[in-house]
């Protein structure tokens, strides 16, 4: 059932970019194809705001003590990473999105999603938020909606039994609920977006915007947890670790 929900989600959001996507005689919308300007934007912006996460991480006490120093090591290359995926995205689309996506920003009507909230992150200003953006930033707000969503179902779990082989198979059902999720939503978007007329330069794109924007989304939650609710940061950062531990792989 949450498989088939992801799907749905997916196909939901590639239907919303498609429309955002068209021509239009309103100045604010329709989709304009990203430059070497907006590339280097990206870079500034993104690694100032990732530096920052990075600098809130190695100063929170209530952050992971291995996770905390496994940024400390390696938050140069992840910085550099952002410089690498920006350039990556040149030729990508650039529409109105929504630009806070998350499952808190769904209403689910007779088996149907609604997306709600267009007004973008609160912490940004108003013309951050009107600016056209990545399809992919949305995308990555959705996937790591569900690492969100995973960490709060293992916090609310009430069972009376303790034990770590009962908590490590709920780890396990919470990890394969994420995988499963992640992947349906993608291949759904995937498919619901198709037409969309991207003119990636490389090859891989589609891929660096994605993981790009999931950097900036990580490093948002972090500053945005950091401030708000401190008992959750670990969640964006294990999040970071994850990604980070992942396009450090496969730069490696």
């Not at 992801?6 to 430059?35: C, K, W, Y």
């Not at 960490?151 to 609920?177: C, F, G, H, I, K």
């Not at 915007?209 to 008992?231: G, T, V, W």
Request: proline share 4%; aromatic share 6%.
């Amino acid at each position: 059932e949450l498989t088939s929900f992801a799907r749905m989600l997916g196909r939901r959001l590639g239907e919303m970019h498609r429309v955002l996507a068209q021509p239009t005689d309103n100045p604010d919308f329709g989709a304009i194809t990203s430059t070497q300007q907006d590339v280097d934007e990206w870079a500034r912006s993104i690694g100032a705001q990732l530096q920052e996460a990075l600098s809130e991480v190695a100063n929170s006490p209530s952050a992971n003590r291995e996770n905390a120093a496994w940024l400390a090591q390696h938050g140069d290359q992840l910085l550099a990473v952002v410089k690498q995926l920006a350039q990556l995205c040149l030729g990508g689309l650039r529409i109105r999105v929504h630009g806070d996506l998350h499952l808190g920003q769904v209403l689910v009507v007779q088996g149907d999603a609604y997306l709600i909230d267009f007004e973008g992150e609160p912490t940004r200003s108003l013309q951050e938020r009107r600016t056209r953006h990545s399809p992919m930033k949305d995308v990555a707000g959705m996937i790591r909606s569900f690492d969100y969503a995973a960490a709060m179902a293992l916090r609310n779990t009430q069972s009376t039994d303790a034990s770590p082989e009962a908590e490590q198979v709920r780890r396990s059902v919470a990890a394969e609920y994420r995988s499963q999720a992640r992947t349906a939503f993608q291949d759904a978007y995937r498919l619901a977006a198709a037409d969309l007329p991207h003119a990636w330069h490389e090859r891989d794109g589609e891929v660096a915007a994605l993981a790009l924007f999931s950097l900036e989304k990580a490093a948002y939650e972090i500053l945005y947890e950091a401030r708000y609710r401190p008992d959750w940061l670990d969640v964006p950062v294990q999040g970071l670790v994850e990604l980070g531990q992942h396009l450090l792989g496969r730069a490696g």
